[in-house]
């Protein structure tokens, strides 16, 4: 298997635009995680998903914020509009049934808002 | 509420030393205690858990964590530090009152010198 799959994995954008992150979990994992790690707020858990239904977004900073699973297969984190201060990495997780504390990280985007 | 504190933000070792990085954690209940590793430009893995039983487990790469209830604490340990075990080290604690999503520490990094 290819491991989790994140794209794009560097994004450069300015201030205002949307910005739209990819994930494509591990096959049979059927939890999906949405972080965002920074220098100043560490590693910050913003949504989860299980069985493509969203189970605690309480982490998701504001609505500019918003995240999708449609299908087991594809997540999407969007934001709109990008503010200098979301400038980060975001890492996509998944994990297996019943195992949502072993989680398979993806190598991450990394995304500056100019 | 549950939480895990790393109170060291860097860890220096010699090579060949054994190594231990601090966990101390505060939940209700019996904990669910993890260790993860990050290494540069990389996602996280995962490296070991403590569930329950014993209270010495053994995870990859040779490390292993220590829980012991009545200091609180996960330390992780390995006796004899590689210049490749250099990296970012997050404790991590389910937290089982609220939806059972991971709640990471800020990180130790770690240093291996030669």
């Known amino acids: 298997d290819a491991g989790v799959i994140q794209s794009p994995r560097h994004e450069v954008t300015e201030m205002g635009q949307e910005v739209t992150l990819r994930c494509k979990p591990i096959?049979?994992?059927?939890?999906l995680f949405w972080y965002r790690q920074t220098m100043m707020r560490g590693l910050e858990l913003l949504i989860y998903f299980n069985n493509n239904v969203p189970i605690d977004d309480s982490g998701m900073p504001e609505d500019r914020f918003s995240a999708k699973m449609p299908n087991a297969s594809f997540s999407t984190l969007k934001i709109q509009p990008s503010e200098p201060r979301d400038s980060a990495v975001y890492f996509c997780?998944?994990?297996?049934?019943?195992?949502?504390?072993?989680?398979?990280f993806g190598p991450g985007t990394r995304l500056l808002v100019l | 509420a549950q939480s895990v504190a790393q109170p060291e933000d860097q860890v220096n070792v010699a090579e060949g030393n054994p190594l231990t990085v601090k966990c101390t954690y505060s939940v209700s209940g019996n904990p669910y205690l993890f260790w993860y590793v990050q290494y540069p430009n990389r996602g996280l893995q995962f490296l070991l858990k403590y569930i329950t039983g014993d209270n010495l487990v053994k995870g990859s790469y040779g490390f292993e964590a220590e829980f012991n209830k009545s200091q609180t604490s996960f330390h992780l340990k390995k006796p004899s530090a590689l210049v490749s075990d250099s990296a970012l080290y997050f404790c991590a604690v389910r937290d089982m009152a609220n939806t059972d999503k991971l709640i990471f520490g800020t990180g130790t990094r770690l240093q291996v010198f030669p």
């Open positions: 096959s049979g994992h059927d939890y």
């Open positions: 997780a998944s994990s297996l049934p019943g195992r949502q504390e072993t989680q398979y």
